[in-house]
């Protein structure tokens, strides 16, 4: 598994409407692209000029055709021509996933 986060800077003037904007792209890649969980390009509530990026992929092969995919060229395209002023995302492999509350409802760092 492997999940992309980020954030992308953008006027504050701008975001509803870059976020707005984006729906299509983000439902079509969800829709059309095998081995994407989520991919979600959200508000930050704390930051006016932030949009928040999550991304979940079943592997590397199903990201790396996300990167050849056209939503992936519509999305970067919309965003670039909306006025982001920067960008910073990384990427992670996951190696084990677990619930964060056990069976008695409590928050645990266990991967059991």
Known sequence: MIIIAGEITIPAEKRADAIEGSKPFQQATRDDEAGCQAYVF?????????????????????????????????????LGASGITGAVTHKYRVDAVAPVYNSEHVATVDFD
């Not at 990201?63 to 060229?73: G, I, K, M, P």
């Open 42 to 78: 959200a508000a930050d509530p704390c930051r006016d000029d932030v949009i928040q990026v999550y991304e979940l992929w079943d592997d590397a092969e199903t990201l790396a055709a996300h990167f050849l995919h056209e939503n992936y060229f519509n999305m970067r395209n919309f």
